[in-house]
């Protein structure tokens, strides 16, 4: 679980997350929507222990982030928006690399590995250099490092950007299955299809605040009913649909 309580992070006078509470259950697909620049990355980056609060309390998987550090970080798995890897490293490198990291060692550590590259459709890339990966397959390399320590919550920034649809797919059916194991799965997102499709449940941040959650019906009820796509109560609840800005240069 991944809960969140009056958090606030200001870079001087500015005010990026603004008391913003939220609570991803076990076994939830929460989505997290919001206009660019709206905090997500900032509030997605406190979670992960990157950047401090400054203010307000993270809890994760019981553990308080800012008590039990290593416990929360531990228990969490985060795949950031721009990943870095080592483009020196093979595949396998970097998964073992990984899971040094999060002191896994021992006769377990290559079977894990191999786990997820066969997870991640990675298996015939095991020691073949990283440089030499495609944008889709260092996206995939970076969550099978996330998942290596068996996490029972993963933080994720726009996860389908770039991907193929089979890419796409196969990212889509691991959370899947990992929420149904019980992780607790935060996850940024412009694709409203894949918010739409996976999210349980979904909250809208803009200005650093929440101004919506819950299910896509109980936002289709909150920006007037109907089954309108997700796009239009986005855009409904964000403000503007953006066609009267068009309409004047076009
Ligand atoms: N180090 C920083 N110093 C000052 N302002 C910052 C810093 N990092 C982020 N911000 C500001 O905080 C706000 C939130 O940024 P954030 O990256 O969290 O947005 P986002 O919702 O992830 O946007 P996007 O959809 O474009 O990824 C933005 O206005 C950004 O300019
Ligand atoms: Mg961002």
Redesign the pocket.
């Known amino acids: 679980m991944i809960a969140l309580e009056h958090l606030v992070k200001q ?1 001087g006078t ?1 005010t ?1 997350v603004d008391d913003v509470n939220l609570e991803v259950a076990p076994g939830e697909i929460h989505g997290f929507l ?10 997605l980056r406190m979670i992960a222990g990157l950047l401090k609060p400054t203010s307000g309390r993270i809890i994760v998987n019981r553990h308080d982030l800012a008590a039990e550090p290593e416990a929360a970080k531990a228990s969490l798995g985060f795949i950031p ?1 721009r990943p870095f890897i080592y483009e020196k490293l093979t595949a396998g490198e970097f998964l073992r690399f990984h899971a040094g990291l999060f002191g896994i060692d021992g006769n377990g550590v290559g079977t894990r590995v191999r786990e997820m590259l066969e997870l991640f459709e990675l298996g015939r890339w095991e020691h073949e250099l990283v440089e030499a990966f495609s944008h889709g397959m260092k996206q995939r390399l970076v969550m099978g490092a996330a998942f290596l320590h068996r996490p029972q919550a993963v933080v994720v920034d726009e996860p389908m950007v770039g991907l193929d649809p089979r890419g796409a797919r196969l990212i889509k059916d691991v959370f899947r299955r990992m929420s149904q194991r019980g992780v607790a799965i935060l996850m ?1 997102t ?1 694709t409203l299809e894949v918010a739409q499709e996976m999210c349980d449940r979904i909250s809208i ?1 803009l200005k650093g605040r929440i101004i919506a959650c819950g299910t896509v019906q109980e936002l289709r009820d909150l920006a007037g009913g109907g089954d309108a796509h997700l796009t239009e109560v986005f855009l409904k609840l964000t403000g503007g649909s953006g066609l009267q800005e068009v309409d004047e240069f076009v």
């Open positions: 870079y500015f990026a919001g206009p660019n620049g709206a905090g997500k990355t900032t509030t928006d940024s412009h941040i």
